[in-house]
């Protein structure tokens, strides 16, 4: 059974950098053919992808806010990092982590979804 | 960057079928992701790789993608499936985009 966690901290101010972790069960970041990304959805609003790390550590990044993030991973501890710099107001939203199943290129999908996490970003 | 358009609402009654699409430049010539999520809800995927459906996701949901449009069809609607629901591609094959989400009423 996978599972995934987001941790973190509720409230952020402004210029802060926000750290958030996933924690995952059920699979290995090591196995070929998988990945983890985050994905973030603002209040009422619609998704937005963020990053992504395969099992080979190949990153990506949403190409606008790609100066701002950071993805690793900890194949030990089963879990992926998410940094994000010089955080705004506008980042304010429920940042999900996914499970990546992965084949080539645009067949991959995300078939788990943890519960998210809701990051306000407010001084 | 690739954009990807849906309709914000569709309305449908029970027992009838809904269709919701997804529109963006030869979206065709990549494969289609469909979720779903309901209030205070995690999304869940309902179709992949156009037309595939994930274990336990009814055979009443289906997708296609032809052209500059891909399809989610749900026939046989139920009180149950009414929930936002978004459409995701890759931007070659190394960037996510999800559509702006559409919120499909059972009336």
Known sequence: ?123 | SYELTQPPSVSVSPGQTASITCSGDKLGDTYVCWYQQKPGQSPVLVIYQDRKRPSGIPERFSGSNSGNTATLTISGTQAMDEADYYCQAWDSGTAVVFGGGTKLTVL
Not at chain 1, 95 to 122: A, E, M, R
């Open chain 1, 1 to 123: 059974q996978i599972t995934l966690k987001e941790s973190g901290p509720t409230l952020v101010k402004p210029t802060q950098t926000l750290t958030l972790t996933c924690t995952f069960s059920g699979f290995s970041l090591s196995t070929s053919g998988v990945g983890v990304g985050w994905i973030r959805q603002p209040p009422g609003k619609a998704l937005e992808w963020l990053a992504l790390i395969y099992w080979d550590d190949t990153k990506r990044y949403s190409p606008s806010l790609k100066g701002s993030l950071t993805i690793t991973k900890d194949t030990s501890k089963s879990q992926v990092v998410l940094t994000m710099t010089n955080m705004d107001p506008v980042d304010t939203a429920t940042y999900y982590c996914v499970h990546i199943s992965y084949s080539s290129g645009s067949k991959s999908y995300f078939d788990y979804w943890g519960q998210g996490t809701l990051v306000t970003v407010s001084s």
